[in-house]
């Protein structure tokens, strides 16, 4: 007689022998050699179902809060800003969109009518995320220069150089990407600060289907003013 | 096996020590560190372009059917740089000395002066890097433009400075834009400077 497997069996554990409590001796269950009881499946769907069960509310909790928090490279550049201009900020907008939300955009804006360039432009983009600040006190005079130091000591060391830095009277522009870009993907990240608003984008995007719209842009404008020379 | 992980520790920290600066300091051939540039505290124009390769490749890719050209141009090119300062009576001084420096340097590095326009208030020097066998590395245009702004460009990679303007318009870099550099002028003005051994001088043109 092989082993007996009383682990597996629900009785097992409450009436391993005869007492007082439990009569009655758990019946004897013989194992073939190399045969795992079906309650092993039984207590691993189990285990499974409720952790999903448990989880799926956290995850739905943390992806909709993800909404609303922005990615640490747009945190990091919207820090050096503020931090360089004294006063006090208050958020106006903020959304983060992640893969998944944009492939379901993808997936719908499918099955509409939208204009065709909208639904290309989508494509390109994998991730994007923006806020708009606004300075609540009553003067904004930032040291510009101050503000492109802080911004650009901060975002290098998160591996990132600027490609633009603009500054025109009230206006600022500086745009950052990483130092190492290689690869499909494409990654900057923009911090705008105009009158009394600072906007902060990060997007990441796809240079494939990038390059195709590119294309597409290009022969669309030429067509259109060759167009115009033969009206002209 | 504590004994190995430190060593492999050590390693990790010697390494990531050592390339730190490297990394900082390296200049591809024909790149030219114009230090660090301040905006203007009076509120004078302040740009600063820096194409690293990755998007001149993208740039390159989107015009690669229409304008093969320009296409095999940007193909050549590392890095595009440029920096414009709005003058203003605070930083003139300051901006016109060091265009003067950066000019010395240049030569003192081995870049050959190809234009010299000095007319009016206006000021242009186009440099030329080329290696042992005759090929372009860099193109670097310093200019003073009258009392409006001064321009300091290094384009790095195979490029004749008269294609300068047109590297301007497809990155929509109005600077370089005005920077027209025709062939003629070019090698009209290599000319005169191999014969005046570097000397500056007045010419006008464009």
Known sequence: MTTIQRAYHPLAASCAAPSASCPVEAPTIEKAPGVVSPWVYVRWVCLI??????????????????????SSSTTVLRDAVMDSVPGRWHKQFGI?????????????????HLNPDAKEALKCLDHGDVAIYEFEDAKLSPDYALVLKTA????????????????????????????????????????????????????????????????????????????????? | MKRFMSCILGTVILCAVANLP???????????????????????????????????????????????????????LKLVKVNVIGLDDENRPEMAK?????????????????????EKEQDVSVY???????????????????????????????????????IGEKFNIKPLERLKIHEGQHEHQHQDNADADDKPKEKSSQ
Request: aromatic share 8%.
């Open chain 1, 152 to 232: 650009d000591k901060s975002m290098q060391r998160r591996g990132f150089e600027r490609i633009v830095g603009v500054v025109e009277g009230k206006d600022f522009v500086a745009v950052y990407a990483p130092r190492d870009q290689h690869g499909k993907d494409i990654t900057c990240c923009v911090a705008v600060l105009s009158d009394r608003n600072l906007v902060v984008v990060s997007a990441r995007g796809n240079t494939g289907p990038m390059l195709e719209f590119a294309e597409k842009q290009l022969h669309t404008k030429e067509l259109t003013s060759s167009h115009q020379h033969w009206w002209r």
């Open chain 2, 128 to 166: 030329l890097k080329m290696d042992d066998k005759g090929a372009v590395q860099g193109v670097t245009a310093v200019v003073i433009d009258g009392k409006d702004d001064a321009v300091f460009a290094n384009v790095v990679g195979n490029i004749k400075p008269e294609q300068l303007a047109m």
């Open chain 1, 96 to 112: 983060n969109v992640g893969e998944m939300t944009i492939d379901l955009a993808r997936f719908g804006v499918s099955f509409t």
């Open chain 1, 49 to 70: 179902t409720l952790f999903l069960m448990l989880c799926l509310p956290a995850v739905a909790v943390v992806g909709v809060a993800s909404y609303f928090y922005l």
């Open chain 2, 22 to 76: 490297a990394h900082a300091d390296q200049l591809l051939p024909g790149q030219v560190d114009f230090g660090g540039f301040s905006p203007p505290k009076g509120g004078g124009q302040f740009v600063e372009v820096n194409v690293p390769t990755a998007l001149i490749n993208l740039a390159s890719q989107i015009v690669a059917k229409d304008e093969p050209e320009v296409a095999k141009v940007l193909d050549g």
């Open chain 2, 98 to 118: 060091r265009a003067q420096k950066i000019r010395e340097d240049l030569t003192g590095e081995g870049w050959t002066r190809v234009v010299v326009v000095q």
